[in-house]
């Protein structure tokens, strides 16, 4: 990664810990950062660019739940309108452009007057694991103490519950 080198050396590794029961989340990256589409996520991941194409800066749009009963959408919180009102600033950037067919996008929103995007929120069950990737602004809206991120982050980082 751009930022700290010692970390794509490290991703092998984090691949084979998905694989066994972990959970990987990678929050907001930009295409320059290092993220290498075929190395850094443990199945192909491609963030889109320009940025100016994959983002809704419209705090306020609607979001559509592509799979509400998938369980970064219902686990320990059930995620609904509610928890996508109050949103600050907007509601991501960096969407991801193509994926592997292990992720299932879970969300789609769009900027009024423009196309849907479905790369905001992405989970793939991998092994034991999971990889939720997610190009939503939570760093902000956590700042701004908005609780349907708050709720959100939470089922993020929840283990995969054994089938």
Same mark, same amino acid.
């Given at each position: 990664? !751009?930022?700290?080198?010692?970390?794509?050396?490290?991703?092998?590794?984090?691949?084979?810990?998905?694989?066994?029961?972990?959970?990987?989340?990678?929050?907001?990256?930009?295409?320059?950062?290092?993220?290498?589409?075929?190395?850094?996520?443990?199945?192909?991941?491609?963030?889109?660019?320009?940025?100016?194409?994959?983002?809704?800066?419209? %705090? !306020?749009?609607?979001?559509?739940?592509? *799979?509400?009963?998938?369980?970064?959408?219902?686990?320990?919180?059930?995620?609904?309108?509610?928890?996508?009102?109050?949103?600050?600033? *907007?509601?991501?950037?960096?969407?991801? !452009?193509?994926?592997?067919?292990?992720?299932?996008?879970?969300?789609?929103?769009?900027?009024?007057?423009?196309?849907?995007?479905?790369?905001?929120?992405?989970?793939?069950?991998?092994?034991?694991?999971?990889?939720?990737?997610?190009?939503?602004?939570?760093?902000?809206?956590? *700042?701004?103490?908005?609780?349907? %991120?708050?709720?959100?982050? %939470?089922?993020?980082?929840?283990?995969?519950?054994?089938?």
């Amino acid at each position: 990664m !751009k930022m700290r080198p010692g970390l794509a050396r490290a991703m092998p590794a984090l691949h084979c810990w998905i694989q066994d029961g972990g959970t990987l989340v990678t929050l907001y990256h930009r295409p320059w950062d290092n993220w290498d589409p075929e190395t850094v996520p443990p199945k192909r991941l491609e963030i889109g660019q320009p940025s100016l194409r994959w983002r809704v800066t419209d %705090a !306020k749009s609607d979001v559509t739940h592509l *799979e509400p009963d998938h369980p970064v959408l219902l686990h320990p919180n059930r995620i609904g309108p509610d928890d996508w009102a109050g949103w600050h600033k *907007e509601r991501g950037l960096y969407f991801a !452009k193509s994926w592997d067919q292990a992720y299932r996008p879970l969300i789609e929103m769009a900027d009024p007057g423009e196309r849907p995007h479905q790369g905001a929120l992405l989970a793939a069950d991998i092994g034991r694991g999971r990889h939720v990737h997610t190009s939503l602004v939570l760093h902000h809206q956590v *700042e701004k103490l908005v609780p349907g %991120a708050f709720r959100l982050l %939470a089922n993020i980082i929840q283990r995969r519950r054994p089938e």
